[in-house]
């Protein structure tokens, strides 16, 4: 795994290179291919780009500002006929999909490391070895002793298998007087050594950041300090092991937080309320994250151009990804200033917009109203942009330069007609339909992250944000694989994921026992009994079953109502249960034999 994940990381630097020369040549091919246009093709995308038939001057129209040009317009309904003004080529930068190959064979763990490499994974036993002699130094009352690598992984493992299989607490999963009791995790390591890993992990060395904490107040203080060092090496795995198709989404996720850092953000309207707001980058065919950034403050980016603008544009770069692309996005991101941006990088987008967001048509000219039936569609053309409005339950209001207007599409709806509920097909633009399409898909992504989330309580923020990375790069495994080799559901990949981590296989974890599977004395000792050394004694099942020995012990298992051997030197009680020997209990001929 290591020659497959360093000749991958050697080519995506090879390929930054090569682009990187490439430019120039790129811009005069550019220049010779827009010079190579017939003076009719010239004469036909010049009327593409005449903003609206209302103007009276043309002229005076190319001197409009945007915002006064979106007044002075009026709403084209569905019968009116548009074409997208051009149609991007889709030049991805590599072969779209994994930059692995499917013959090799590829476990959950080895694509986990193509994340949290064995390197990143030794600086962070390092620093979390830091943190602890730091805390033991200022009087924290714990044993401990260094983690190393292999332990670490362990300890990873348990937080995924918490994932899986949900306690009340953590102590829970120590428990053994409980019906609920769990054999697994003591197998892995003992409670106290999870909690004190828990209490330590630190992705940055504590000196370093005592450094930057300094810097507070100032422009070299860095927020993201302390998540740096993994972040940087996730971000850059993600893009090198997998390249995208040619449908994209950009979306916000809420990482749940309550600490107050100034970087948490408060979003009623979500399911999480408050957290730390990451900009993902994601394939729309299968939710892969391709690049995500997280947001810091007003000072999260340093052009002027807003908050939405620059999220988007930070994580689309062409020279990695390529051309032609479709980007789609909430009405959070959509402008026609960064449409028309993207659009001369070559990359198509798509998304649903505000309406009283700048520069978008106000014109209430042929627009929809509150009496419009359902169906209706009204569009506006501004060169590549189109603007396009259409009445479902309620008004919706969708962006593109991917589209045209209208191309036929057709979808259900239940209308209520006469007290009585009916199918009826209703005309749907097509940048409505793309839409729900790939922002669907996306979607159904971060349902896949919720489900075995390794999010669980924390007393540090940037604990929060390295539980979600450990999200990150399971999601991202479990894609790959399933590209690689489809051969896995989510739960079969999480049980191979977890026993490899924890360094047992699926076979070979531990059997869970009923309580009652629990040794006793053979007899009961009575005031009469005189030889006390030989009451109860029995001749031991395993003994006689395995080994053609009459060995005599005086304890046996409640639940069998066997007797077995318990001694150092010879634990039958344990192998007997181990090895599902149990069924010699329903063989009477066996147990007559015995005694």
Same mark, same amino acid.
């Given at each position: 795994i290591s020659t497959i994940k360093l000749a991958a990381q050697f080519r995506f630097v090879d390929f930054l290179i090569t682009m990187a020369h490439e430019e120039a040549l790129q811009m005069t091919t550019d220049s010779e291919e827009e010079s190579a246009f017939s003076s @009719?093709? @010239?004469?036909?995308?010049?009327? @593409?780009?005449?903003?609206?038939?209302?103007?009276?001057?043309? /002229? &005076?129209?190319?001197?409009?500002?945007?915002?006064?040009?979106?007044? $002075?317009?009026?709403? +084209?309904?569905?019968?009116?006929?548009?074409?997208?003004?051009?149609?991007?080529?889709? *030049?991805?930068?590599?072969?779209?999909?994994?930059?692995?190959?499917?013959?090799?064979?590829?476990?959950?763990?080895?694509?986990?490391? *193509?994340?949290?490499?064995?390197?990143?994974?030794? /600086? *962070?036993?390092?620093?979390? /070895?830091?943190?602890?002699?730091?805390?033991?130094?200022?009087?924290?009352?714990?044993?401990?002793?260094?983690?190393?690598?292999?332990?670490?992984?362990?300890?990873?493992?348990?937080?995924?298998?918490? #994932?899986?299989? %949900?306690?009340?607490?953590?102590?829970?999963?120590?428990?053994?007087?409980?019906?609920?009791?769990?054999?697994?995790?003591?197998?892995?390591?003992?409670? &106290?050594?999870?909690?004190?890993?828990?209490?330590?992990?630190?992705?940055?060395?504590?000196? #370093?950041? +005592?450094?930057?904490?300094?810097?507070?107040?100032?422009?070299?203080?860095?927020? *993201?300090?302390?998540?740096?060092?993994?972040?940087? $090496?996730?971000?850059?795995?993600?893009?090198?092991?997998?390249?995208?198709?040619?449908?994209?989404?950009? %979306?916000?996720?809420?990482?749940?937080?309550?600490a107050k850092t100034g970087m948490t953000r408060c979003t009623k309207v979500k399911p999480t309320k408050l957290g730390f707001k990451f900009f993902v980058l994601s394939d729309s065919s299968n939710g892969y994250t391709v690049d995500f950034s997280v947001y810091t403050g007003k000072n999260s980016f340093p052009t002027d151009r807003g908050l939405s603008y620059d999220a988007v544009m930070s994580l689309l770069d062409h020279?990695?990804?390529?051309?032609?692309?479709?980007?789609?996005?909430?009405?959070?991101?959509?402008?026609?200033?960064?449409?028309?941006?993207?659009?001369?990088?070559?990359?198509?987008?798509?998304? $649903?917009?505000?309406?009283?967001?700048?520069?978008?048509?106000?014109?209430?000219?042929?627009?929809?109203?509150?009496?419009?039936?359902r169906g209706s569609i009204r569009w506006i053309r501004d060169g590549p942009l189109v603007c396009v409005k259409w009445m479902d339950t309620q008004e919706v209001s969708v962006c593109s330069t991917i589209h045209a207007a209208y191309t036929g599409e057709r979808v259900q709806r239940k209308i209520k007609a006469q007290d009585a509920w009916k199918t009826k097909i209703l005309p749907c633009p097509a940048p409505v339909t793309a839409y729900n399409q790939h922002m669907g898909d996306v979607d159904l992504s971060d349902q896949l992250l919720q489900y075995y989330t390794a999010q669980h309580k924390t007393m540090k923020w940037y604990r929060k944000i390295f539980l979600h990375f450990l999200d990150i790069a399971a999601n991202n495994a479990f894609i790959l694989h399933k590209e690689l080799h489809g051969n896995m559901t989510h739960d079969q990949f999480m049980e191979e994921f977890i026993a490899e981590l924890c360094g047992v296989t699926p076979k070979a974890a531990p059997k869970q026992f009923s309580t009652d599977h629990v040794p006793i004395p053979g007899a009961e000792l009575t005031s009469n009994v005189r030889r006390i050394a030989t009451v109860g004694r029995r001749i031991c099942v395993h003994c006689k079953a395995v080994h053609g020995k009459k060995e005599q012990t005086p304890w046996k298992c409640q639940a069998c109502d066997v007797h077995l051997c318990l001694q150092l030197n010879r634990n039958c009680f344990q192998e007997w249960h181990k090895n599902d020997l149990e069924h010699f209990c329903d063989d009477p001929f066996m147990l007559k034999d015995i005694e």
């Amino acid at each position: 795994i290591s020659t497959i994940k360093l000749a991958a990381q050697f080519r995506f630097v090879d390929f930054l290179i090569t682009m990187a020369h490439e430019e120039a040549l790129q811009m005069t091919t550019d220049s010779e291919e827009e010079s190579a246009f017939s003076s @009719e093709e @010239e004469e036909d995308f010049d009327d @593409e780009l005449l903003h609206f038939e209302e103007r009276s001057d043309a /002229n &005076d129209s190319d001197q409009m500002p945007a915002a006064k040009r979106a007044r $002075t317009l009026s709403w +084209k309904a569905e019968t009116d006929a548009d074409r997208v003004a051009q149609t991007l080529r889709f *030049l991805p930068a590599r072969e779209p999909g994994p930059q692995l190959s499917a013959a090799d064979s590829h476990s959950p763990m080895s694509l986990f490391k *193509l994340f949290f490499t064995e390197s990143s994974v030794a /600086n *962070l036993c390092h620093n979390t /070895n830091a943190q602890a002699a730091r805390a033991i130094a200022k009087g924290r009352k714990y044993k401990w002793r260094d983690v190393g690598v292999d332990e670490l992984y362990r300890y990873i493992g348990l937080v995924f298998y918490m #994932a899986v299989v %949900k306690m009340s607490s953590i102590a829970d999963y120590w428990r053994q007087d409980s019906l609920f009791s769990l054999p697994f995790p003591a197998t892995v390591m003992s409670r &106290d050594r999870y909690r004190t890993i828990s209490w330590n992990v630190q992705m940055s060395h504590p000196d #370093a950041d +005592k450094e930057n904490d300094r810097k507070r107040g100032t422009a070299q203080h860095d927020r *993201l300090f302390r998540i740096k060092p993994l972040m940087n $090496t996730i971000r850059l795995a993600c893009k090198a092991f997998y390249h995208p198709r040619r449908n994209v989404a950009v %979306k916000e996720r809420l990482v749940a937080c309550r600490a107050k850092t100034g970087m948490t953000r408060c979003t009623k309207v979500k399911p999480t309320k408050l957290g730390f707001k990451f900009f993902v980058l994601s394939d729309s065919s299968n939710g892969y994250t391709v690049d995500f950034s997280v947001y810091t403050g007003k000072n999260s980016f340093p052009t002027d151009r807003g908050l939405s603008y620059d999220a988007v544009m930070s994580l689309l770069d062409h020279k990695v990804l390529g051309s032609g692309y479709r980007v789609y996005m909430d009405d959070f991101y959509t402008s026609p200033k960064l449409f028309t941006d993207l659009f001369a990088l070559k990359f198509g987008a798509c998304g $649903t917009y505000r309406d009283q967001r700048k520069d978008f048509p106000k014109t209430a000219s042929n627009s929809l109203s509150r009496n419009s039936s359902r169906g209706s569609i009204r569009w506006i053309r501004d060169g590549p942009l189109v603007c396009v409005k259409w009445m479902d339950t309620q008004e919706v209001s969708v962006c593109s330069t991917i589209h045209a207007a209208y191309t036929g599409e057709r979808v259900q709806r239940k209308i209520k007609a006469q007290d009585a509920w009916k199918t009826k097909i209703l005309p749907c633009p097509a940048p409505v339909t793309a839409y729900n399409q790939h922002m669907g898909d996306v979607d159904l992504s971060d349902q896949l992250l919720q489900y075995y989330t390794a999010q669980h309580k924390t007393m540090k923020w940037y604990r929060k944000i390295f539980l979600h990375f450990l999200d990150i790069a399971a999601n991202n495994a479990f894609i790959l694989h399933k590209e690689l080799h489809g051969n896995m559901t989510h739960d079969q990949f999480m049980e191979e994921f977890i026993a490899e981590l924890c360094g047992v296989t699926p076979k070979a974890a531990p059997k869970q026992f009923s309580t009652d599977h629990v040794p006793i004395p053979g007899a009961e000792l009575t005031s009469n009994v005189r030889r006390i050394a030989t009451v109860g004694r029995r001749i031991c099942v395993h003994c006689k079953a395995v080994h053609g020995k009459k060995e005599q012990t005086p304890w046996k298992c409640q639940a069998c109502d066997v007797h077995l051997c318990l001694q150092l030197n010879r634990n039958c009680f344990q192998e007997w249960h181990k090895n599902d020997l149990e069924h010699f209990c329903d063989d009477p001929f066996m147990l007559k034999d015995i005694e």
